[in-house]
């Protein structure tokens, strides 16, 4: 058996600590003081412009997702930045050679917050469910599971259908429910009143308004932070949501826009963290007959006139240009295939569209009016660099809805994308989101063999190199994504704060967050 027991604490000094019902292990994320007296009182506002899609957690892909309900679950398996593993509720773990069969041991005097332990039946019951659930968001991640056993209350064994290199991640980043409450209840009643581990409990949720969470009074494990209640309320205008942070109507905001940075720099009472950023722009092609993009010369065409150094300086100052397909802190990034693919050359676009057979029919360029900033800036400037080389562009602009339609259809020549990167994701992306969900009609077989292989695999190590090597086929056909553009990951928040942590994915761990 390989073990994948990370024993440095210095993980845990990174993202947060774990606790349960008993005596905790002693691992804390950071040198914090005490919680304050009258914790209760204190509370902690903090907006996105998206609100959650849902309370129950395995049917919801928001991007704050992981951010919120890390207050309400303790993480199963603490991951950081870098993608390295430290014990969670699950204190050690095993894999077997073939990469079928996970072996777990629970950390022992955890409880939910309604006192009901935690339990190995809490995790069978929450991915069976979840693995027998084709509506579910989460479905995909957990339908190879074909076996749990559980040894006792505190072991159990996973075992697959077919090895999975991103099992762990899917473990670490797994909700759970309480197994008693569940059967009770059913899945649509528990959900609407969440139970977890976490340092917090679910309160009430307001759609569109606010999600208000609670201390858990139950919570034993080490908890430093002074705050008593902490709640998220979706704003979805920029502006507004800067100007709450300023007024102290919250206290962090994720994603501070381009447009306001300077001003939120300048302002003495407020903190910013800006790092190598996640969300990137995409140019999607569709690579069947009768569309130009069908032909690779066109493609290659399409891509040399775009210069990506001047949309990112000129457009969104807080942008890369991106030449691969996976950003530098996400699995899969090769540094030496970064930089070898798709730049900007006029002359070698004009050869390229010389050799495609292009007449000069306009390409259906759909574009989502609502899912990135400054859209029209960057259509105008896509369409001029595509002019310059003799390459017309009838522009339609879509309603969030309309466009997932026309996407989903296949109906149109090019499509703007963009996409949220985390560090393992990037496989999960290129598999699922290209090959399944985005009708490109990408016909690679080498690539696809290739990409699930980076499912296959029982190691790490053979899981990347497949998705290497995929990407660089993809690169070399210039389909069926052409990258654009990675962001600069910030936020900003009132300095009489801390114990607040972000990370490249743009999610945040509050839940040690304090006030000083």
Known sequence: ????????????????????????????????????????????????????????????????????FGLLF?????????GSFAPGLIEEWTQSEDGLTYSFRLKQDVCFSDGHPFTT????????????????????????????????DYNMEVTLKEPDATFLVNVAQSAYVDPVEFEELGAEEYWKNPLGCGKY???????????????????????????????????????TRVSALQTNEVNLIFAVPYEQLETVKTDSNLVIEQMAGSMSLWMGVQCAEP???ADVHFRKALSACIDRALI??????????????????SLGYDESQDGKYFQYDLAEAKQELAESGYTGEPLKFIVPTTWFPKVN???????????????????????????????SSGDYDICLQNYRFGVNNAMWYWLQFVFNY???????????????????????????????????????????????????????????????????????????????
């Open 377 to 407: 800036e960057i259509v105008q400037t896509l369409v001029a660099m595509f002019g310059e080389v003799g390459i017309n562009a009838d522009v339609q602009l879509l309603e969030g809805a309309a466009y997932s339609q026309a996407r």
């Open 121 to 152: 039946a809490a995790l069978k019951a929450s991915w069976e469910y979840a693995g027998g659930d084709e509506t579910l968001a989460a479905y995909s991640k957990w339908s190879n599971v074909a076996e749990i056993t559980c040894g006792d």
């Open 312 to 329: 990112a300086s000129n457009i969104y100052g807080n942008a890369t240009p991106l030449f691969w397909g996976a950003p530098s802190f």
């Open 201 to 239: 409990v679910f309160k009430t949720w307001d759609p569109g308004n606010q999600l208000v969470f609670e201390k858990n009074e139950r919570y034993s494990g080490e908890n430093y932070s002074n705050v008593g209640k902490i709640i998220f309320k979706p704003i979805s205008e920029d502006l």
């Open 74 to 82: 303790d993480y199963l398996i603490e991951q950081d930045h870098q």
């Open 438 to 516: 985005g009708k490109y009609n990408y016909n690679n077989q080498e690539a696809l063999d290739l990409l699930t292989a980076t499912y296959r695999a029982t190691n790490e190590t053979d899981s990347v190199n497949s998705l290497k090597q995929a990407l660089t086929l993809m690169a070399e056909d210039c389909a069926p994504m052409i990258p654009l553009l990675v962001f600069e990951t910030n936020g900003a928040y009132q300095k009489d704060w801390n114990g607040i942590k972000i990370f490249p994915d743009n999610n945040y761990d509050i839940r040690n967050v304090t006030k000083n």
């Open 291 to 293: 569309s130009p993009c």
């Open 1 to 68: 058996m390989k073990r994948f027991l990370c024993l440095t604490l210095s993980v845990l000094l990174l993202i947060g600590c774990l606790a349960g019902c008993g005596s905790s292990d002693g691992a804390v994320t950071q040198t914090e003081a005490p919680a304050a007296a009258g914790a209760e009182n204190v509370t902690f506002v903090f907006s996105q412009s998206e609100d959650i899609q849902s309370t129950n957690q395995f049917n919801d892909n928001s991007i704050v997702n992981i951010s919120i």
